[in-house]
């Protein structure tokens, strides 16, 4: 996922990749992260989606429907799960598509998805998956075999296909249904991700009609056919997307009668909406906002560790695989002493304190603490620590001298003078901005806050010196390893690759390359963490912070809610779609208000809210997509 991500984690999902910000077409939706964003997509089969003939919403004898409305600040990049990578885009596909396997809410371990068992053989080469045979689509249609196989071979034979969550199949030799519950997959070598690939699988008699998968964004003929617990119906751009429950889910069908992502530009407006009653939930406050909620009455705040990261990303020269370089980034951020500078220069305590306000902990490795097997953190000697004369000492040796004005100049005597991009709609983002720009000002550097409300187009055409950057990560961290490789790069600078910041470095790939193919849990943990170390000496990535899910829902609408992990855990993003399938309504609110008021926003009976930030092993953060998230 991210999941972008993840939930690509990934994306979440992811998986996929990071995008990092609404792009033209995308449009609603959840947490504040960055991501980059995929080709616009443009519709292409019309005839997509059959008519619905198996999800619920219908009256419910009480005068309305009950309808779960959550506030988002994120837009959907993309509807299709080829292109998807924002995490609010793909928790969408969570609920609308099931992949072969899912994670379990308590503790994130592999759970059956699509696929109800799987085994390799001795070699570790080919993988064979039972699929269910109790999964309907939702225009009436079996889910089988040869669903799971095509979208796989879609993915391995259109690259286009490939652009979210193209590293999940990079390596597949072959892959067939020889009957429609079983699902054989042949590998080059062996992978170490065949129980979390994070790949919505979708209806072949549908998919197989789309011609261009670079621009159909699959957002304009609805229903759109799934086998998840949500069905896709209405979606507009930058306003809100539409589900309702499948009434053939195999788990059981979601009690709510719709589910609505609406989308908020201004937190303030989404936050006023929470108090008024007409949204049941509202993800990504402020410091302020929940202190603002915290005694309100009839909402809770949960503030608990998340499975996001906050990070500055540095342009290490914007390039694609046909060797080509573009966009016009700073050439001084290619000098590593002038990265390493920076990183002395940047406060991650004052951040933390002062601008997250405690609800996050310190960055410093790539995978937030919450994932305890991968997390990482520098020894002694390799931790570059909040030091401004450090910082001066090595811009003065790498021969970056402060003029008579006091402004440090580059061996071609120009100031050293740094654009960093930033969401307009991330307070975040603002003010960490204004903070480096007092740090680095009294080096001698200058800084230029870039606000944007789009900012994947200079982005993905690498005309930024530094930007705000985060993914949410999954159980399984290889989606966000994988967006730091070089095959994750554009194939030519007109192109969109999976790539999160065109880092391409040897050491990191062969690492890569190594853990992938690694089934030891322990040998492939420590191989993700030698990654982290070196993705942190290059200097690109300097992770500030692993941010809290900070939430706010209404007592009044919701009568309960699941979290993961369910003893400390986020709501909203989740690596699944237990939060929503789950979510029940209160008692005594039927009163058939579709405003989303009348009915609360509840999940899972008996799960338990975590109300207070909670500390230790589990901790926080992105996507950005980013962004979130990727997922």
Not at 84 to 108: F, Q, W
Not at 535 to 559: C, F, H, S
Request: net charge neutral; proline share 6%.
């Amino acid at each position: 996922m991210v999941t972008k991500a993840p939930p690509r984690s990934v994306r979440h999902r992811p998986r996929n990749r990071l995008v990092l910000a609404a792009c033209a077409a995308a449009s609603a939706l959840v947490m504040s992260a960055a991501v980059v964003p995929h080709a616009q997509a443009q519709p292409q089969a019309r005839a997509l989606a059959p008519a619905l003939a198996t999800t619920a919403g219908e009256e419910d004898g009480k005068g309305g429907k009950q309808v779960l409305t959550v506030a988002v600040s994120q837009s959907v990049d993309s509807l299709s799960p080829f292109l998807a990578a924002r995490l609010v885009s793909t928790s969408i596909h969570r609920l609308a598509y099931e992949y072969l396997t899912n994670y379990d809410p308590k503790d994130g371990r592999t759970v059956p998805g699509l696929a109800t068992a799987w085994k390799p053989s001795e070699d570790k080469l080919t993988w064979t998956y039972t699929i269910r045979d109790d999964s309907k689509w939702s225009d009436g249609r079996q889910a089988t075999a040869e669903d799971a196989a095509w979208t796989f071979n879609k993915m391995m034979t259109d690259e286009n296909a490939a652009t979210a969550n193209g590293s999940f199949t990079a390596n597949f030799k072959k892959v067939t249904a020889p009957d429609p519950k079983t699902l054989v997959i042949e590998l080059k070598k062996p992978q170490a991700t065949m129980t979390a690939l994070d790949v919505p699988i979708v209806p072949k008699h549908v998919w197989e009609k789309v011609g261009d998968f670079s621009k159909f964004n699959n957002d304009k003929q609805f229903p759109i056919v799934g086998n998840g617990p949500f069905v896709i119906t209405d979606f507009k751009v930058d306003q809100y997307v539409k589900l309702r429950p499948n009434k053939d889910f195999w788990r059981g069908a979601p009690k709510f009668d719709e589910l609505v992502f609406k989308y908020y530009k201004d937190g303030d407006a989404a936050v006023a909406a929470l108090q008024k009653g007409e949204v049941s939930f509202v993800q990504g406050l402020t410091p302020a906002q929940a202190a603002a909620l915290k005694n309100a009455e009839n909402i809770k705040v949960n503030d608990a560790p998340g499975r996001r990261f906050f990070a500055l990303a540095t342009n290490p020269g914007a390039r694609s695989k046909d060797g080509k370089t573009f966009g016009n980034g700073h050439k001084a951020l290619l000098d590593p002493a002038v990265r390493k500078a920076l990183f002395h220069a940047t406060d991650r305590k004052t951040i933390v304190d002062k601008v997250f306000q405690g609800h996050a902990v310190e960055g410093e490795g790539y995978i937030p603490p919450r994932f305890s097997s991968y997390f990482w953190k520098p020894e002694a000697g390799q931790k570059i620590g909040y030091d401004p004369a450090q910082a001066a000492k090595l811009l003065d040796e790498a021969g970056y001298k402060k003029n008579a004005n006091g402004k440090r100049t580059g061996k071609d005597g120009k100031p050293l003078d740094f654009r960093i991009l930033c969401h307009a709609t991330d307070p975040n983002d603002k003010a960490i901005g204004k903070y480096l720009q007092e740090w680095w000002g009294e080096l001698g550097i200058g800084l230029k806050v870039e606000c944007l409300d789009n900012v994947s187009d200079p982005w993905l055409k690498g005309d930024y010196d530094l930007a705000f950057d985060g993914w949410s990560v999954n159980p399984d961290p290889d989606f966000v390893l994988s967006i730091h490789t070089c095959a994750a790069l554009p194939a030519t600078p007109k192109d969109t690759g999976a790539t999160d910041n065109f880092i391409c470095d040897k050491q990191f790939d062969e690492l890569y390359a190594k853990q992938a193919a690694e089934y030891d849990p322990a040998k492939r943990a420590d191989m993700v963490r030698q990654m982290q170390s070196r993705l942190y000496d290059t200097g690109y990535m300097n992770v500030l912070a692993y941010p809290n899910a900070v939430e706010a829902y209404r007592t009044d609408q919701i009568k309960s809610i699941k979290t993961m992990p369910e003893a400390a855990g986020n709501i909203y993003g989740q690596d699944g779609y237990w939060s929503w399938w789950s979510a029940e309504p209160a008692a005594g609110d039927g009163d058939g208000s579709e405003s989303g008021s009348s009915t609360g926003l509840l999940i899972g009976a008996g799960a338990v809210v975590v109300l207070a930030a909670a500390v230790g092993l589990f901790v926080a953060m992105r996507r950005r997509s980013t962004a979130e998230d990727r997922e």
